[in-house]
Every structure is written in structure tokens, then in C-alpha cells.
């Protein structure tokens, strides 16, 4: 699947992946330049709020250089909205076989979570390399990560839910995992004061973390 394989190469390449949760259309191109400037030039506009859809449209045809996707899509129903809304990956808290399919039947790169040996394995059986970590605090971390890393060799994962700017590094450090998404610089308060300003900084930051460990 080498529409798949540059997509991981696309997301490792990143690092980070900012999960973004947006109440109003008008906050997503400010979004969107932030983290392009910032230097992680990829977004997981979760399928939370109403307008996510329209926000995801907003950013893909005005800001090409970002790479959105969508995030939270639990349905085939918004698996297909997203997608005719211009996202370019599809992202899920779990698993639904029947949206993964699709993805895969349209080419569409999906990361489905995953955080048992048993998730793990049905994933690994439909060809997928990479799966979700979530949420990885309370499943145990980098700990559980690299124990299930020792069993399905050569699968990656992205740990999201509990990565912050504090063990950022320590993760990207496990050969494991392909990237993490976080959504600590492009908070939801920080998003409605505006405080476009302060989600440059920290996304600044995590890039500069990323190019520290993975050059």
C-alpha cells in the first residue's frame, strides 16, 4: 500500500501531530498558520464539534501546505464527509472495521487505535502498520507500548491522550513510535482567547523537540 507508506513517511517525518478541536470556522486558518509556521504542518481536526467538518474544507483548499485529517470519526458517515471535505487522513479512538475497509478500498490512510494485543492483532491483519495509542496514559504509556512493540515486530505506534511537552521527548526517543499527537499547543481555551501567539511558541517548541531527537 505505498499511498499508506508515504503517509507514514509523511507523519514521521512531523512528528507530532496537533489534535485540534475547533468551535468555530473562523479560528481555522489561524490554527492552520500557526502550525505551519511553527514548523508541525499537520492537523487531526477531531469530528467533536459541528462545525469540523467546514473547518477541515477552510484549511484543505486555503492552506495546502497543512496536512489535515480528520480525528474522533467513529462512523463511515463521517468518514465520507471528512473525506469530501478535503481530509487527507482518517483518525479514530478505536476501530470500526467497516470505516477502516473503506479507507482502505478508497485509498484513503487511516491510523485506527489500538491498545490491546488483541486490537493490535486485527489491525496488523487488515495490513496495517501503524496504529493509534489511546489514550495512552491510562493504558499504561511508553511501557505498554514497548512490550507490545517486542511481540508485533516492526509495528509502530502513535501514542495520543496524556503526551505533553513534558515527556514529548521520551516518547519520540522509542524507536516504536512513529509520532504522537497532542493537543497541549493548540489547546481549546487557548484557541477561543485567541491566543494564536502562545500555540506558535509551544508549537515551536515541539518541532524543535522532534529536530532534537530525530534530526
Known sequence: MSY?????????????????????????LPVADVLVRGGLPSAEVTFRTACAADAIREMSERCPELMVG??????????????????RYIVSPGYNMEVVDWCLE????????????????ALVNRG???????????????GTIKALASVFVGHRFM???GVSAANLREYLECPAILACGGTWMVKPDLIRAGEFERMYELTREAAQTVREVRG
Not at 6 to 24: A, Q, T
Not at 79 to 84: I, L, P, S
Not at 107 to 121: K, S
Request: charged share 20%.
Open 128 to 142: 496495517l502498520e501503524v496504529t493509534k495509542f489511546f489514550p495512552a496514559a491510562q493504558y499504561g504509556g511508553l
Open 70 to 87: 480528520a480525528g474522533t470519526v467513529l462512523t463511515l458517515e463521517q468518514a465520507r464527509r471528512a473525506v469530501d471535505a478535503g481530509a
Open 159 to 161: 501514542p495520543t491522550g
Open 106 to 121: 478508497n485509498e484513503v490512510p487511516v491510523l485506527p487505535a489500538g491498545v490491546t494485543p488483541t486490537e493490535v492483532t
Open 4 to 28: 499508506m507508506d508515504g503517509f507514514y513517511e509523511s507523519v514521521g517525518k512531523i512528528g507530532v501531530v496537533p489534535v485540534v478541536v475547533l468551535d468555530r470556522v473562523e479560528d481555522a
